[in-house]
C-alpha cells in the first residue's frame, strides 16, 4: 500500500513539472500553424494578382485587335497579313499582294495573239500611326515599270473634332489621296476577289476606277446602309478640264439585321457622278475602258493595229453617269446585276467628226447628246456545298454572266451593241490561292465593232471565242 502511494505522489509531481513544457511546446505548434496559414494565404494572393494581370493583358490585346489597332508587342501574322507594330499599339503595319498568272487564247482570226501573261503583281502597305489615322499604299508592277494603284490617308471626324457619341458625326470617315471612286460595287470589288477573269464589260468600259480626290463615307443604322460622297480630277492625276468630277454612292442591305434569314445579305446600291466638258478639251469619262469616246477593251488592239484613233470630239456640256446595282447571296448562291447609263451633252460642238480608221464621217448638231447604256447579271453557285462567300476558303464554285453594251457614237451614226456570255469555273485551294477557268463568247451585233484580219483585209467579225486560265496567289 506504501508503494502504491509513493508511485502515484511521484506521478503527480512529474506531471506539475511537465505542465509548463507541454504548454511551451502547444503553443509554439500554434504560432507555426497561424505562420503557415498566412504564407498560404499570401501565395494565393500572389497568384491571382498574377493571373488577374495576365487576364488585363488578353483583354486589352483582343480589345484592342478587334478594333483593328494592329497586334500591339508582336510581329507576325495578324488580321491576314504579316506585320509589325509598336508596343503600345499605336504604330503599325501590314504588309500584303498578290500574284496573277494568265493564259489568254483568242480565235485565230483575231488581231489579238495567244499569250502568257502576268495580270497582277501588287504589294499592299497599311496600316495605323496613332491609332485613329490609317494608311494604305499600293504600288503595281509591270515587265516595263511600277505604276501607284492606291495612296491615300484617312480619319474620322470625331478623331479631327472629338468624339460626341454620335454615330453620323464621329464615324464619318474622311479619305485623301489616290483611291477608287464609289461608283459601281463591279469596279469597287477587288481584282483578286471578281468571281469573272475580266470585269463586266459596262463596268470596264464606264465605270471612274482610282482617281485623285476627296471623299466623306459612313455605314451607319448598324451596318444597314453604307454610303460615300467624293470630288476627283476625273482624269487621275492632272485635271485638264479645269473641272472637278462628283461622285455619290449609297448602298443599302435592309435585312442587314436578321441573322440567318434568307435576305439577311440582300443589297441595293445607287451610284452618280457628274462633271462639265469644256470647248477645246476632248472629253472622255474617267476610265481604263476609255469612255464613250474611246473603246471597250475588245477593240482596242484594232485601234492600234490600224494605226488609227477612235472618233474624240470638242464639247461643252454636262456629263453624266448613274448606275443601279443589286447583290444577293443566301446558301450556296450569289446573285448580282448592274445597269449603268452615260450621257454626254453635246451643247458647242463642230458640225462633224472624222472617224480614221473606216475614214467616214459622223456628222451630228449642237443637240445631239451621246448616250451609252449597259448591264450585267451574274449568277454563282458553290458546287462543293459550301455557303458562297465573298471571300471563300475552299470550294469549286460555278458562275454564269450575261453583258450587254449599247455604244452610242454620237450624231446620226448607227449604235452598235455587244453581247457577251460567260462561264466560269473557280476552285478555292485555301483562301490564299485559286485556279480560274472562263470561257467567253462576244457577239457584236455591229460586225464594225468586231474587226478581224483575213486575207490581209480588214473585215466585219460576228462572235468572238475565248479561253481564259488564271492562277492566283495573294498573301
Known amino acids: 500500500m506504501r508503494r502504491v502511494l509513493t508511485g502515484a505522489l511521484l506521478l503527480c509531481a512529474l506531471m506539475v513539472i511537465a505542465t509548463p513544457v507541454l504548454a511551451d511546446e502547444v503553443g509554439d505548434l500554434k504560432r507555426m500553424v497561424q505562420e503557415l496559414k498566412k504564407e498560404v494565404a499570401d501565395l494565393r494572393a500572389d497568384r491571382a494578382l498574377e493571373a488577374s494581370s495576365v487576364e488585363r493583358a488578353v483583354d486589352d490585346y483582343l480589345t484592342r485587335r478587334a478594333a483593328g489597332e494592329g497586334a500591339g508587342e508582336m510581329a507576325g501574322y495578324m488580321d491576314g497579313h504579316f506585320g509589325i507594330g509598336s508596343g503600345d499599339g499605336a504604330f503599325d503595319l501590314k504588309i500584303g499582294g498578290g500574284i496573277v ?58 478623331t479631327i473634332a472629338g468624339g460626341t457619341g454620335n454615330e453620323y458625326f464621329d464615324g464619318l470617315q474622311l479619305r485623301f489621296g489616290q483611291f477608287k471612286m464609289p461608283f459601281s460595287y463591279g469596279e469597287l470589288v477587288s481584282s483578286y476577289k471578281t468571281d469573272m477573269i475580266n470585269r463586266p464589260l459596262i463596268v470596264s468600259y464606264l465605270a471612274p476606277g482610282r482617281d485623285i480626290g476627296f471623299q466623306v463615307s459612313n455605314t451607319v443604322m448598324d451596318g444597314a446602309l453604307d454610303y460615300a460622297l467624293a470630288i476627283s480630277n476625273g482624269t487621275n492625276s492632272t485635271n485638264s478640264s479645269d473641272e472637278f468630277w462628283y461622285w455619290a454612292r449609297a448602298d443599302a442591305a435592309p435585312f442587314h439585321g436578321d441573322d440567318g434569314e434568307m435576305f439577311q445579305n440582300l443589297h441595293f446600291g445607287v451610284s452618280f457622278g457628274t462633271s462639265w466638258g469644256n470647248p477645246g478639251w476632248t472629253p472622255s469619262l474617267p476610265s481604263y475602258g476609255g469612255g464613250p469616246y474611246g473603246v471597250p477593251g475588245e477593240m482596242a488592239d484594232f485601234a492600234t493595229y490600224s494605226g488609227g484613233t477612235y472618233p474624240t470630239i470638242d464639247v461643252a456640256g454636262r456629263q453624266l453617269l448613274a448606275g443601279f446595282e443589286l447583290r444577293w447571296w443566301w446558301q450556296q448562291w450569289s446573285f448580282r446585276g448592274e445597269f449603268i447609263h452615260a450621257k454626254q451633252e453635246v451643247n458647242e460642238a463642230p458640225s462633224g467628226y472624222t472617224f480614221p480608221i473606216t475614214d467616214f464621217g459622223l456628222p451630228y448638231g449642237p443637240s445631239d447628246n451621246v448616250e451609252t447604256n449597259g448591264c450585267y447579271a451574274q449568277v454563282a453557285y458553290m458546287i462543293t456545298g459550301q455557303d458562297w462567300s465573298e471571300a471563300p476558303s475552299e470550294g469549286l464554285e460555278g458562275v454564269f454572266r450575261f453583258d450587254y453594251v449599247n455604244v452610242d457614237w454620237g450624231g446620226d451614226a448607227d449604235d452598235g451593241d455587244i453581247m457577251a456570255f460567260s462561264l466560269g469555273l473557280n476552285y478555292y485551294f ?46
Open 101 to 158: 498568272f494568265d493564259l489568254r487564247l483568242f480565235e485565230c482570226d483575231g488581231l489579238q495573239d495567244n499569250t502568257f501573261d502576268i495580270e497582277l503583281v501588287r504589294l499592299n502597305f497599311s496600316g495605323h500611326v496613332f491609332d485613329d489615322w490609317y494608311y494604305k499604299i499600293q504600288p503595281e508592277f509591270y515587265t516595263s515599270g511600277v505604276t501607284l494603284k492606291d495612296a491615300y490617308i484617312q480619319t474620322s471626324l470625331g
Open 430 to 475: 485555301n483562301k490564299n490561292v485559286r485556279a480560274m477557268f472562263n470561257y467567253v463568247a462576244t457577239d457584236f451585233g455591229d460586225d464594225s465593232l468586231r474587226p478581224i484580219e483575213k486575207d490581209g483585209y480588214i473585215r466585219g467579225g460576228g462572235v468572238d471565242h475565248n479561253l481564259f486560265l488564271r492562277l492566283q496567289l495573294t498573301f
